[in-house]
Each structure stands twice: as C-alpha cells, then as structure tokens.
C-alpha cells in the first residue's frame, strides 16, 4: 500500500503562511499583555450543623474532627497568599471550633486554638470573642479545660489590661461545681487579680476563707497563703493600699 506523499513547506502559498505567522506572533503578544492571575483569598466558609458533619464523619467523629482541626488552622495559608487571623470572620472562625469540639468533646485541641492561635491577634474585639468562648465550653466541662480558662485570665488581665473580665474568668475558676480537679493556684488567681484592683479587703476575706476552709493541705501553699495574707493586713494597717 503506497503511503500519500508529503508535500514540502515550501509549497504553502506564501499568503498563508504570512496569515499564520501573523496568527502566532498575535497570539504571543496577547498573552505577553495580560496581567499575570492575582491571588485572591476565599472566606471561611460557614461551618455545617453538628447533624451534618456526624453523618459525614461515617461513625468516626474523633477522626474527623482531627482532620477538620488541621484544615482550619491551615486555612490562612491559601496558593499564592497568607491571611492575617485578624481578616478572618470570628463569627466563622468561633461556629468551627464549636463544631470540631462536638465530634470530640474530650478533643483541647479547639480550646487551645481559641485561646492561644486565634486569641492572640492584636485585636482586643477577637481577643474578647475567643476569651468568651473558652468560658462558655468551659462551664461543660470544668475538669478537663480549666487550663484555658486559666490562660484566658491571663490574657484578660495582662494583654487586655480587663481587670473586670480577668477576674470574671477567675472566679468561673473558684466557684464551679467541680472545682475539686482544678489545682489550687488556678482556684486562687481571683486573690490576686483582686489586689491589682485594689480590692485588698476582698482578697483579705477569701485567704482567709481558704485557711480556714480545711482544703489547703500542702504545707508550701498554705503557708505561702498565710504570708500573702500577713502582707496585706500589714499594708493596710499602714495605709499603703486600700
């Protein structure tokens, strides 16, 4: 079987060929001109209903809401761009760690994002709505997640300069129902954030309160108690605080 012959280039007419070239070398320019593809951020999405994802997690809720953990903490990092914290919507950001901490409830990991990730932009607003949700999970479950609780006083007190709000947090700490499995010195921040208001008297009467209770038992606290509170009944005899 003959194979067609191939006719040589040279025998395209000269018009086409010109077109062609025209064609290309239009082509390139166009593309040249064009500016290059700008990066742009996407939104965090809204988080579905806890039904949703129990049904999407095919009975493995701890599995997904370690997956879901990691998505969200990467989500600021987009192609071609990185989000601050601050330009994400908390709103979102908040109804996500809710969800995730529903798959586990055991799971600190959300907690710790709250108040350690999300709730250290410099943004008292977001600061304030990450410190609000660690208090609210953790009246669920005080046992477990006193330790956020915790460092939200801290962040209250220190980084927000909310004496108010610190001791807030504070007495959560002091007064929840199980605050047998809550360390003593987590139990008694609200003395000393009672003392930068000036409230001394107030700091006075829970010490002492605490001395007399019975529930201090390590002979170090009780005695660094019993000093502290010693300090303050010697400053106030001499009018140094109020």
């Not at 166009?30 to 700008?38: C, E, K, L, N, S």
């Not at 990691?70 to 192609?79: A, H, K």
């Not at 669920?140 to 007190?157: C, N």
């Not at 954030?193 to 829970?206: D, K, N, P």
Request: hydrophobic fraction near 45%; charge should be neutral; aromatic fraction near 8%.
């Amino acid at each position: 079987m003959r194979r067609p012959s191939q006719r040589p280039l040279s025998c395209v007419p000269a018009r086409v060929a010109a077109l062609l070239g025209a064609g290309l070398l239009l082509q390139v320019a166009w593309h040249g001109a064009q500016p290059p593809p700008q990066p742009r951020a996407e939104d965090l999405p809204p988080a579905p209903q806890a039904a949703v994802l129990r049904l999407t997690s095919l009975g493995d809720p701890l599995a997904l809401s370690k997956v879901l953990m990691l998505w969200l903490q990467v989500f600021d990092n987009q192609p071609g761009i990185s989000l601050p914290f601050r330009d994400l919507d908390y709103a979102r950001v908040e109804a996500w760690l809710e969800r995730i901490l529903d798959l586990d409830p055991r799971g600190q990991y959300p907690l710790l994002a709250a108040s350690r990730l999300y709730g250290a932009v410099p943004d008292p607003r977001r600061q304030r709505r990450m410190l609000d949700f660690v208090h609210e999970k953790f009246r669920e479950d005080p046992a477990r997640r006193w330790p956020w609780l915790a460092h939200a006083v801290y962040v209250a007190k220190y980084q927000l300069r909310d004496l108010p709000l610190a001791l807030k947090y504070a007495r959560a700490l002091a007064d929840n129902p199980g605050r047998g499995e809550i360390p003593h010195w987590a139990q008694q921040m609200q003395i000393f954030v009672l003392e930068e208001m000036g409230e001394t008297e107030a700091a006075r009467v829970l010490i002492g309160a605490l001395l007399d209770s019975g529930r201090i038992t390590d002979p170090h606290e009780f005695r660094f108690l019993t000093g502290r509170l010693r300090l303050l009944e010697e400053k106030s005899d001499d009018g140094s605080i109020n």
